[in-house]
């Protein structure tokens, strides 16, 4: 059976098909703003600076979705009241020595800082592996880890930083260590 179709029904069937293409391609590009918004919200500054990491939105996009599976794959668990309690105590130790020692409580303070990480369960032996897993859950306080490290890597590398960079880098240290000692109920995790 051959169909014939005149001029206004090819129209109808044009327009209708330039229709569905311009529908679908709203729908993709829709997608692609809703994906990098729940990113960027996610992850902060740490989406900008993927996006410098990788030289592209998808590349960084697509890293930073890869570390969200990463870090839903650890086995994390929130620290025990009696840990807890532990490092607190550490922690007040570290500030206190700050006054007399101020490089030996940084060095000390990026130690405690490691331990509570490893103690809820996140891998420790690579730094820019380790603050990648943090950006997953603490967003906020991973650009100012960086700088703390940063800080803390050039007087073991016996380099100098003055004490105002130093204070800031404890001030640093310690919002992270706040984040990691408080249970993570809030975040949608399950304490083991």
């Known amino acids: ?18 229709a569905l293409i311009v529908a679908i391609a709203a ?4 997608n692609r703003k809703s994906r990098k918004d ?7 500054s740490e989406y900008d600076r993927a996006v410098a990491a ?9 890293a930073l979705e890869n570390r969200q599976k990463r870090v839903e794959s650890l086995s994390l668990r929130d620290l025990e009241p009696s840990e807890r309690e532990r490092y607190i105590e ?10 007399d020692s101020p490089r030996g409580a940084l060095t000390e303070a990026d130690d405690v800082v490691s ?8 891998p420790v032996s690579d730094f820019e592996q380790r ?3 943090i950006s997953v859950d603490h967003p906020r306080v991973t650009e100012n880890y960086r700088a703390a490290h940063a800080v803390e890597a050039r ?22 260590f706040d984040e990691l000692v408080q249970p993570t109920a809030a975040e949608g995790r399950v304490a083991a």
């Open 1 to 18: 059976m051959h169909v014939n179709l005149n001029t206004p029904e090819l129209i109808v069937i044009a327009v209708i098909v330039v």
């Open 27 to 30: 729908a993709i590009f829709h």
């Open 38 to 44: 729940a990113l960027q919200r996610r992850f902060g």
């Open 54 to 62: 990788h030289g592209s939105e998808r590349k960084a996009e697509a």
């Open 90 to 99: 550490r922690w007040k130790a570290v500030q206190l020595a700050f006054v």
């Open 115 to 122: 331990a509570v990480m490893q103690a809820r369960g996140y």
């Open 131 to 133: 603050a990648a897993d």
């Open 155 to 176: 007087l073991r590398a016996g380099q100098t930083a003055n004490t105002e960079d130093m204070r800031t880098a404890m001030i640093h240290y310690r919002a992270l």
